[in-house]
């Protein structure tokens, strides 16, 4: 039997680097390996650990590490050590039983597919558990896996189409600059094509362009293996020069926009404790776009850019328009930011529309227009959150929009309906505490009753006080719950457990289940093989207000499309209207055999 994830230690000098030139697999066979103090963690890989580890003792930055971890096993290939390599930096970055991470090229090369990736990835849980043994992490993967550093990291490394998407808008940034006009980059890409990492490590490229490419070209010496690799290579090369000639090392001024506060302040809080030349202030939202001179925007989740319709803050909307310029009654938060920046990435999917006061597709392709006659556009096509891949995504939208003809099996994927919706709440519950990132969300036909005035610091105690008052918003067959007493990041509080979700709550996370409640406002007509909405159970009075019935119906199905592609796992629905639940019994599993037993 070969090993498998052997981790060997060797003091790492000159005594232990003679111990590994004796090893039969220290010379021509590719592993991953640390070199560690109690504080500083590298992480390489290589195809001769005695070669590397000369280079390593001759390094300045290096050299005073302690011990070498390595990691042997008879499977492995080239492949799987770039792969662990990568997944290492990660889940070690965000694990922090080091302080410093040493390795510069975080997140810069491309996740490539490999023969029997899922195996391998598989075996990963093996090793970082033999990690864990030899005291070299500290978190269980499940918990690093749910961390919002994890999921938002810099250090994702991207796919394939990720990179090559990547690599095209840096170069776009840097066509603006150097031919000194304003540029647009537009990224097409519907829910879970990974949208918002792209921005990150966008980001975190531009920004340690100058340190990260030194690191590539000299730290490894590695034949540069594709296409992709080579112009990620170039890029951050072409992104040097241009920093150090042109500006002088002066960095660029970078603004990361989300119109969403919830996902805005999570993304914050990740900068704020990832570092790397990343900082909170650079998550703003769209009106923070006049308050610095920055060169380059990009805006995540920019579908939610506002006009000035059934907003909460006129006053803002209109002081902000003023000050660039731009006359508030015609203007929106998509012109503001093609006018204050000299490059703008904008990542966009249409069918996230899903308020009155969202630009629609029409005004937003006209403003694009009016604004910058330089758009480049990018796709990105491959399913990155669902298990169940893009035949999910197409499946969800085929069934809420009265297209398909025949129930498909989706596989690796748990798809349920719940006759009894306080039986899905339950199991999400339970999915909850065996995982982690399992909310219930709903459409909103009830009306938000609960906020509280003064809300206690503890979010709990706000919850308890709520319940033994008696308090509810949701009433379904007898079964009470209470809305998310917050819009900002619902997800992590405590309280999500017990509480019922929004689309303004979830838009933007990842969840490992979700639970999905279809209100009494949507239902299906099987005379016309229509979903139809009645607008007096809808209870979004800022959406309804001078919403046209067309556009009004689009919104709430995109609202229920975008939360049933939340879930990576699976996505538990439940209907109230029995003429929708019989419809969608026809494409969804029925949940007969869920155990309720908590753990």
């Known amino acids: ?136 992490a500290n978190n269980a993967i499940d918990i690093i896996e749910n961390d919002n550093i994890f999921k938002f990291s810099p250090y994702n490394a991207l796919t394939g189409e990720q990179n090559a998407v990547s690599v095209s808008i840096m170069n776009d940034i840097l066509d603006s600059f150097e031919n000194n006009i304003s540029g647009v980059s537009l990224v097409d890409g519907c829910a879970g094509t990974g949208k918002t990492v792209l921005a990150i490590s966008i980001i975190n490229s531009i920004v340690n362009a100058v340190d990260v490419t030194d690191d590539i070209l000299e730290e490894n010496n590695r034949e540069i293996e594709d296409e992709v690799d080579e112009s990620k290579r170039q890029v951050l090369l072409r992104l040097k020069r241009y920093i150090i000639n042109e500006r002088n090392g002066k960095p660029f001024k970078i603004g990361l926009v989300f119109p969403m506060p919830g996902i805005r302040e999570t993304v914050s809080k990740v900068f704020k404790e990832c570092g790397n030349g990343l900082v909170k202030e650079m998550v703003i939202g769209p009106c923070d776009v006049i308050k610095e001179n920055y060169d380059i925007l990009l805006v995540d989740e920019s579908h939610r850019l506002s006009k000035r319709k059934n907003l909460t803050g006129y006053k803002t909307f209109d002081d902000t328009s003023k000050a660039l310029g731009l006359d508030p009654n015609i203007t929106n938060q998509l012109e503001w930011i093609l006018k204050s920046a000299k490059h703008v990435v904008l990542f966009y999917d249409q069918y996230q529309s899903v308020k009155s006061s969202d630009i629609s597709h029409r005004e937003y392709q006209a403003s694009l227009k009016k604004y910058s006659g330089n758009v480049k556009k990018h796709m990105l096509e491959t399913q990155m959150r669902c298990e169940g891949g893009d035949t999910y995504i197409k499946y969800v939208k085929d069934v809420m929009t009265c297209k398909r003809i025949q129930r498909e099996c989706i596989e690796n994927y748990d798809f349920l309906i719940f006759d009894d919706v306080n039986l899905l709440v339950e199991a999400i519950r339970k999915r909850d505490d065996q995982l982690g990132l399992c909310k219930t969300v709903a459409g909103f036909a009830w009306e938000w009753k609960t906020k509280q005035k003064k809300k206690p610091k503890d979010n709990m105690k706000c919850y308890d006080m709520l319940v033994n008052a008696g308090e509810f918003d949701i009433l379904i067959e007898n079964n009470k719950y209470i809305w998310n007493l917050t819009n900002e990041d619902w997800i992590t509080r405590q309280d999500s457990h017990y509480t019922i979700g929004c689309i303004h709550t979830a838009q933007g996370y990842d969840m490992n ?61 439940y209907a109230c209207n029995p003429n929708l639940h019989k419809y969608l019994k026809k494409y969804i599993s029925t949940a007969n055999d869920i155990s309720l037993e908590r753990k």
Not at 80 to 96: A, F
Not at 565 to 573: D, Q
């Open 513 to 573: 289940y979700v639970g999905v409640i279809f209100g009494e406002e949507i239902d299906y007509n099987f005379e016309t093989n229509s979903i139809e909405i009645n607008l007096k159970k809808y209870m979004d009075k800022k959406v309804k207000a001078g919403t046209d019935e067309t556009v009004l119906k689009k919104l709430i199905i995109n609202t229920y499309t975008t939360i049933l592609t939340r879930g990576i796992k699976g996505c538990y629905v």
């Open 1 to 136: 039997m070969p090993m498998i994830n052997e981790i060997q230690s060797y003091p790492f000098n000159s005594e232990g680097l003679g111990q590994v030139s004796i090893l039969s697999k220290g010379k021509n066979w590719p592993v991953v390996y640390l070199i560690h103090d109690d504080e500083n963690l590298y992480i390489g890989e290589t195809t001769s650990v005695v070669a590397r580890m000369k280079q390593h003792l001759n390094n300045d930055e290096k050299k005073e590490l302690k011990v070498i971890e390595i990691v042997f096993d008879g499977t492995f290939n080239k492949s799987v050590v770039l792969d662990y390599e990568q997944r290492l930096i990660k889940y070690c970055s965000v694990d922090k039983r080091f302080q410093n991470i040493l390795n510069r090229n975080k997140g810069q090369q491309a996740a490539h597919d490999y023969y029997n990736r899922n195996k391998y990835r598989n075996q990963f849980r093996v090793l970082w558990q033999k990690m864990r043994d030899k005291g070299l």
